[in-house]
């Protein structure tokens, strides 16, 4: 969306803001971003996106390759899996609420300690 990414980029301009980032975008969001804010003298700092041991899409679909090519930071989001990896949930005590239809007693017997 480049309005948005103009507001961004007026907010950096106008000094109310030291940075700007995006989340959740694919490479070639990240890539049209970066240059589209780059025409305007606005560093894009970080790309915030969906990263941890189990979930490592980011290392294949170039998001993470482009990320370091361009200087930007990647910044994890559910580094943790929303708790999945902290050993508090396990296949007979599965998460309740929105996160237990993602982490689901099937789910986490796959990401379980041998
Ligand atoms: C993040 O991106 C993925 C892949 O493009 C998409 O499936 C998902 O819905 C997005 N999540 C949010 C919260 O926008
Ligand atoms: C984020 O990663 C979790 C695994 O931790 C996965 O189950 C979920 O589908 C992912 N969400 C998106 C929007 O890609």
Redesign the pocket.
């Known amino acids: 969306n480049p309005g948005y990414l103009d507001g961004l980029a007026d907010a950096y301009e106008q000094g109310l803001v030291k940075s700007v980032g995006v989340s959740n975008y694919s490479e070639k969001r990240l890539r049209d971003a970066h240059e589209r804010l780059k025409k305007r003298g606005v560093p894009l700092a970080s790309n915030q996106v ?1 990263y ?1 041991l ?2 490592r899409n980011p290392e294949e679909n170039g998001v993470k390759a482009a990320c370091d090519e361009l200087g930007i930071t990647l910044i994890a989001y ?1 580094p943790i ?1 929303q708790g ?1 990896l902290t050993g508090k949930y396990t296949p007979a005590n599965p998460p309740t609420g929105p996160r237990g239809r ?1 982490y689901t007693s099937d789910f986490l017997s796959k990401v379980a300690a041998p």
């Open positions: 969906n941890s189990i979930y559910s899996a999945a993602i």
